[in-house]
């Protein structure tokens, strides 16, 4: 992956302990090429978790979970290695991107598929996003190329074709949709405010603080619309359950957004969101390798397309 053209601005200062140089020089070449395709793999699995665990909890209380369980790994974890915490100024701009990033995205989209938000539906308009994000890149000193534009409008349409039959308005209602757009705009305007006033921080003590941020956001309506407390009685203790809470915790919680803050540190925004157009049809890969779900020709030719909107966005 390759940036766009940047151009130099004021504004906040990163870390000085976190140069983007001494960033890329820590990743060995061959690593930072499969970054990308590690992280689509990994991201993709978000709607098969859903699939699995939001039968057993609400969506709050699941988050809240999958929230306190990052933070029980990371915690000993950070102690032991003896990291780094992030200090001031630049602590509140990690967590206010945290909450962002994790609070508003995932309870805006999860809750609004528990409310009967289609997958599919769900997946098309968080698909806009790299578009979005492409619209506000000078915000972050950044120019999109007319063949990017190209590129975005493929893999937009793509996106449209991978889901298209699974687009249902039966039994959708203005709350879910509404929800399904915050969650939109918080995770563009998430990505843009970490890009800009905190792309480096140390990711483990710097996960832990957006992880703590969210979980406060999201304790007060959890217990509100869904009655959470400390005796989990919304949730139902099955081996789905346990095994989605699980995959969430590691590989999505810490794998996925490890790789994702990475992309964002040495890479252009647009750039590291066009790479979600790749996971509607991942997902959809998945889901018919492991549940039997059938996608039709439209759907292939779809997948095909958003792939070769993302070479446009990414390529030389």
């Known amino acids: 992956m390759i940036r766009v053209t940047t ?64 933070l029980l790994f990371l915690l000993p974890l950070v102690w032991v290695l003896r990291a780094p915490w992030p200090r001031g100024k630049q602590a509140v701009h990690i967590a206010i991107a945290g909450m962002l990033l994790h609070a508003a995205y995932l309870g805006g989209v999860w809750t609004a598929i528990k409310l009967g938000m289609p997958a599919g539906l769900s997946a098309l308009i968080v698909g806009l996003q790299p578009v979005l994000t492409a619209f506000a890149a000078p915000f972050v000193g950044e120019q999109v190329k007319r063949r990017q534009w190209l590129g975005l409008g493929l893999g937009l349409c793509g996106v449209g074709l991978v889901v298209a039959n699974k687009i249902s308005l ?67 203790w099955t081996s789905h359950f346990i095994g989605a809470m699980l995959w969430s915790i590691l590989a999505l919680s810490i794998g996925a957004i490890f790789l994702l803050f990475a992309l964002i540190r040495r890479s252009a925004a647009t750039q590291v969101t066009s790479l979600l157009y790749l996971t509607p049809p991942t997902t959809a890969v998945m889901a018919w390798l492991m549940f039997g779900e059938a996608f039709s020709m439209v759907g292939i030719a779809g997948m095909v397309i958003a792939v070769i909107g993302v070479a446009f966005v990414v390529r030389k």
């Open 170 to 236: 039966i039994g959708l209602s203005w709350t879910a949709i509404w929800l399904c757009v915050m969650a939109l705009v918080s995770i563009t305007i998430g990505t843009l405010y970490q890009k800009r006033f905190c792309a480096h921080f140390d990711l483990r003590t710097g996960t832990i603080i957006q992880f703590i941020a969210s979980a406060l956001v999201l304790l007060p309506f959890a217990i509100f619309a869904e009655d959470f407390s400390l005796d989990l009685h919304t949730v139902t």
């Open 7 to 70: 151009r130099s601005q004021s504004g906040p200062q990163s870390d000085p302990q976190s140069d983007p140089q001494q960033d890329k020089r820590s990743w060995h070449p061959q690593l930072l090429n499969l970054v990308p395709l590690a992280f689509v793999l990994i991201w993709s699995t978000g709607f098969i978790v859903a699939k699995f665990g939001l039968p057993y909890a609400p969506p709050l209380t699941f988050l809240i979970l999958r929230f306190t369980g990052v």
